[in-house]
């Protein structure tokens, strides 16, 4: 999910740093996404969690089981930032994706009280990331932004516009968030009935 969006919002003209806790790593996955925009961007570059956490926003794309051991050590970096959470809370009981009910109530509740002083907003979590990857490809979906803060759901609905083909929705207070999460395994289900990569689109707006 990182990477591919990472790439995306490269290739929509936003300028992009990749952090890791090993910047030789970073530094990898910069070169990577540099070689697939093929210079029609501006350069991503890697750095260290914490140089990266220092920026205007941040977007955490880490698994939901590392976001414990990765979030505290950055509060202080990402205080007062737009945090973006695309964690999603779910374990492959024999091989099917089914969802976990965190104690906070959602992903990005639990980001929320793990850097109490950030503007926590969720999104993205229903977007494949596999489709992210592929800049040929258009996407065509809706995205849930949920968050307490009204302007930092706003802006964070501005970025997902700059995707092309995916279209934002505000869904309201960060609660909200655990709805979107708990749509990601039964999307994983159905990709798999149905062998392809699905996306939500919510109609009447």
Excluded at 24 to 37: H, I, M, Q, T, Y
Excluded at 51 to 63: G, N, Q, S, Y
Excluded at 139 to 147: Q, T
Excluded at 163 to 177: K, M
Aim: proline residues 5%; charged residues 20%; neutral net charge.
């Amino acid at each position: 999910m990182g990477t591919g969006l990472a790439l995306r919002l490269a290739a929509a003209g936003l300028e992009v740093q990749v952090g890791s806790r090993d910047p030789e790593r970073s530094g990898e996955v910069a070169k990577r996404l540099n070689s697939l925009l093929q210079g029609r961007a501006p350069e991503v570059t890697g750095s260290r969690n914490h140089e990266v956490a220092a920026l205007a926003l941040a977007v955490v794309a880490v698994p939901y089981e590392a976001v414990r051991a990765t979030i505290p050590g950055l509060a202080g970096e990402l205080a007062g930032k737009i945090v973006i959470s695309t964690a999603v809370p779910m374990s492959f009981a024999s091989g099917r994706p089914e969802p976990l009910h965190p104690a906070a109530g959602s992903a990005a509740e639990e980001l929320a009280e793990l850097c109490p002083a950030s503007r926590v907003v969720g999104a993205f979590q229903t977007v494949a990331a596999g489709q992210l990857l592929e800049l040929g490809l258009r996407l065509d979906e809706d995205v849930l932004v949920g968050g307490d803060d009204r302007e930092a759901r706003q802006e964070v609905a501005t970025l997902v516009r700059r995707i092309e083909g995916l279209r934002a929705v505000e869904s309201g207070p960060l609660a909200t968030c655990r709805y979107a999460e708990g749509l990601t395994p039964l999307l994983l289900r159905l990709n798999r009935l149905h062998h392809t990569q699905t996306g939500i689109r919510i109609t009447g707006l």
